[in-house]
T-cell receptor
């Protein structure tokens, strides 16, 4: 059973640029969620994807967008990067086939915006 | 008011001590409660998962949920230096489409 994998592990961008982060979900999982974790804070929910559709969204502006593919992998896109977007971006997969749905996280992508 | 409140610590204890970590929450719709362990700049690792009120034990870890007080706890017995990490509480409602996390408590277990 493979776990959640994210790429890249680290990324440096400048303000105003665009970035795409990638995530492969754990084997058997059909739901992917993205979280932003600023230094010293807990993860903040960005959005969740199920069956290639957005299935819930947190308090993030539209410049944060995502995709889920038929193989359940996912992308997070952030346009017009701002300095405050610097954070650890975490992808989590889960299976809504389970009665008690648990989130399993990847190691994250550390994004630095200069 | 934040949905989930957690004391950030840091909490420093000697090896072998019993550690108590706590979170409070405001949303009575939360039904599923979790504790994650996170090492520095790594992804959170699921430690404990409980549904509704009550206790759950797994080895040296015990999770408690008191829904009437909107209070959850994680106890670590016989703490080890390898337990040094940040501990995050998390919770969600019946739809599972959004998980709410505390800000994390940093634990240091001294040899």
């Amino acid at each position: 059973e493979t776990g959640v994998t994210q790429s890249p592990t680290h990324l440096i961008k400048t303000r105003g640029q665009q970035v795409t982060l990638r995530c492969s979900s754990q084997s058997g999982h059909n739901t992917v969620s993205w979280y932003q974790q600023a230094l010293g804070q807990g993860p903040q929910f960005i959005f969740q994807y199920y069956r290639e559709e957005e299935n819930g969204r947190g308090n993030f502006p539209p410049r944060f967008s995502g995709l889920q593919f038929p193989n359940y992998s996912s992308e997070l896109n952030v346009n017009a990067l701002e300095l405050d977007d610097s954070a650890l971006y975490l992808c989590a997969s889960s299976s809504n086939r389970d009665r008690d749905e648990k989130l399993f996280f990847g190691s994250g992508t550390q994004l630095s915006v200069l | 008011q934040k949905e989930v409140e957690q004391d950030p610590g840091p909490l420093s204890v000697p090896e072998g001590a019993i550690v108590s970590l706590n979170c409070t929450y405001s949303n009575s719709a939360f039904q599923y409660f979790m504790w994650y362990r996170q090492y520095s700049r790594k992804g959170p690792e699921l430690l404990m998962y409980t549904y509704s009120s009550g206790n759950k034990e797994d080895g040296r870890f015990t999770a408690q949920v008191d829904k009437s007080s909107k209070y959850i706890s994680l106890f670590i017995r016989d703490s080890q230096p390898s337990d040094s990490a940040t501990y995050l509480c998390a919770m969600t409602g019946p739809n599972f489409n959004k998980f709410y996390f505390g800000s994390g408590t940093k634990l240091n277990v001294k040899p």
